[in-house]
Every structure is written in structure tokens, then in C-alpha cells.
């Protein structure tokens, strides 16, 4: 993936969870692959965290063409949707740029089917809260504040921003939070959402075609649902299959699996996570 506008010698930093934070110093880009200036990813990282780093992607389908730099304070963080792009800054505030058809860039508006806006192509700040995450889904957008408190914003055809409603033809263009729990991590993919409270249980909402949400059917959840009983430390919703990684470390995937996706040896769709393997080396 290329990051948008030129950011030279930047240092990004993976935001959540906290203990992942703890660990991990440095990773340049949310989906990066280049380890840390003093070669020593493997020594300072625990295996689990690892697997996390590994797994940090999106399945970006189309980028929005329009990004430039943000200030001198640089940026921590950054996620690329289907046609908009969200940062964190180093000083929490998080910043939106791109398509804006459903409210995804969060600035309390919406344009027409078709249109462009040349004021979307420069990032705007969203509201002035400080934020700890950030995840750009297809056309919608999740994001995590310095309080652990959970936003959404965009369109919600399928009930992908967990408020408890559907609403296509009426997105919501402002951040609204959902519930008042701590979450420590969230992932927006294909018209459904994926997060991880402070305590470890993993909750799925939105499209539910093909299993994406684990929770044992197909069928939509326009409020959070618990996927099981396990603790988690991350996840990450592709676009109709998920993966995430438990406590002790072990690899789990669920959800659509027509090119075996999900590596269990099988091309047939799970709607429960299934194990991957025990371990990554």
C-alpha cells in the first residue's frame, strides 16, 4: 500500500491495544512492513504481539486520490477505506479526507452520488476530541477516543455502525458513540465491524452474508454481539472474512472462505472462528 502524500523519515506508531503499544515502538505506516531502524523487531517483540503486526492489513479496494501532509507534528497512525483515508496525528487529533458521499469523512455533511468536492481532498479535523484508533471501513468510518470510548459515522445500509439502526438512505455524517464501554481496539471492513473491549471480549456487528461476524448465523446485527467467550488481543475484519488472535497467541478465522481465505484446508464459509494454526515463526 502506498501511503498517501510524501511524509519523509515519519515514525508511525501501531495505537492499540495498550499492550501492543507497550511493546511495539515503532511501525512505519498502519499496514507497513519495514522493521525497526535497529533490526531488533524479533528480539523486542513478544510472539503474539508479532502475529498482530503481521496481520495488520485492509483489503482496500479503492483509495481516494486526494491526500497531502498533515502538519509538522506528525502522524502516529493511518487507515485507508474504500474511497477515504483517516490519520491520527501525535497529538490525538484525528483527521479525514476523500469520498464523503455518506458522511464517512465524519464533518456533519454528505455530497450527491457523483460529485467531487475539492475541499474533501485536504484533510479535515474531526470534531476536537483526542483519539486513540482509527479504522476506515468501505464507506463508513470507527474510531476509538482517549477516554476508550467508541464512535462510528457513515453509512449504515446494513447496520455496520452498531447503533442499533439501519440507515442507507440516511447515514450518519457525525460521529455518534456506540454504548458506554471501554474498547481497546476496532476494525471496519465490508459493511460490518469488529472490536475488542477492555476486557478482552471480541463483539461483531453489521453484514452477516457469509459469517463475517462469528457469531454462529448469517444473519445482519445492527448492535454489538459477543463472538464467544474467549479473550482476545486484536482483530481485523477483511472484506467478508476475519482474523484475530487470542490471548495465548493462537491464529482464528471466520467468515467467507471461496479461496480458502480462512486457512483451515477447506474452501466452505465458517460462521465461528476456526483455528489457523498455533503459532506464527
Given amino acids: 500500500m502506498q501511503n498517501a502524500g510524501r511524509m519523509p523519515n515519519k515514525r508511525f506508531a501501531f495505537s492499540r491495544p495498550p499492550v501492543v503499544r507497550?511493546?511495539?515502538?515503532i511501525l512505519f505506516g498502519s499496514f507497513g512492513s519495514h522493521p525497526p531502524q535497529d533490526g531488533n523487531f524479533q528480539q523486542k517483540t513478544p510472539r503474539p504481539l508479532r502475529l498482530c503486526v503481521r496481520l495488520f492489513f485492509f483489503m482496500t479496494l479503492t483509495f481516494?486520490?486526494?491526500?497531502?501532509?498533515?502538519?509538522?507534528?506528525?502522524?502516529?497512525?493511518?487507515?485507508?477505506g474504500g474511497y477515504h483515508t483517516a490519520a491520527i496525528q501525535t497529538d490525538?487529533?484525528?483527521?479525514?479526507?476523500?469520498?464523503?458521499?455518506?458522511g464517512q469523512l465524519g464533518k456533519g455533511t454528505t455530497i450527491p452520488y457523483g460529485t467531487i468536492e475539492l475541499d474533501d481532498?485536504?484533510?479535515?479535523?474531526?470534531?476536537?476530541?483526542?483519539?486513540?484508533?482509527?479504522?476506515?471501513?468501505?464507506?463508513?468510518?470507527?474510531?476509538?477516543?482517549?477516554?476508550?470510548?467508541?464512535?462510528?459515522?457513515?453509512?449504515?445500509d446494513e447496520g455496520q455502525l452498531g447503533n442499533g439502526t439501519t440507515s442507507g438512505t440516511n447515514p450518519n455524517s457525525a460521529p455518534v458513540q456506540i454504548g458506554t464501554d471501554i474498547?481497546?481496539?476496532?476494525?471496519?471492513?465490508?459493511?460490518?465491524?469488529?472490536?475488542?473491549?477492555n476486557?478482552?471480549?471480541?463483539?461483531?456487528?453489521?453484514?452477516?452474508t457469509s459469517g463475517q461476524l462469528g457469531i454462529n448465523t448469517i444473519t445482519d446485527s445492527s448492535i454489538p454481539v459477543q463472538v464467544g467467550r474467549d479473550r482476545w488481543i486484536c482483530?481485523?475484519?477483511?472484506?467478508?472474512?476475519?482474523?484475530?488472535?487470542?490471548?495465548?497467541?493462537?491464529?482464528?478465522?471466520?467468515?467467507?472462505?471461496?479461496?480458502?481465505?480462512?486457512?483451515d484446508t477447506t474452501t466452505r464459509k465458517k460462521t465461528t472462528p476456526v483455528k489457523v494454526i498455533q503459532s506464527l515463526n
Fill in 199 to 208: 476486557d478482552g471480549t471480541l463483539w461483531a456487528w453489521g453484514s452477516n
Fill in 183 to 197: 474498547w481497546e481496539t476496532v476494525s471496519a471492513g465490508y459493511h460490518y465491524t469488529l472490536a475488542i473491549k
Fill in 64 to 80: 481516494a486520490s486526494c491526500g497531502v501532509d498533515l502538519d509538522s507534528d506528525g502522524v502516529k497512525t493511518m487507515a485507508a
Fill in 22 to 25: 507497550r511493546h511495539l515502538n
Fill in 235 to 263: 482483530v481485523f475484519a477483511g472484506g467478508e472474512h476475519a482474523v484475530a488472535i487470542k490471548n495465548d497467541g493462537s491464529l482464528w478465522s471466520w467468515g467467507k472462505n471461496n479461496y480458502g481465505q480462512l486457512g
Fill in 121 to 156: 481532498c485536504v484533510p479535515k479535523q474531526i470534531g476536537t476530541d483526542k483519539w486513540l484508533a482509527a479504522s476506515a471501513g468501505w464507506i463508513y468510518t470507527a474510531a476509538i477516543n482517549s477516554e476508550g470510548k467508541l464512535y462510528t459515522w457513515g453509512d449504515n
Fill in 92 to 102: 490525538g487529533t484525528l483527521w479525514a479526507w476523500g469520498r464523503n458521499q455518506y
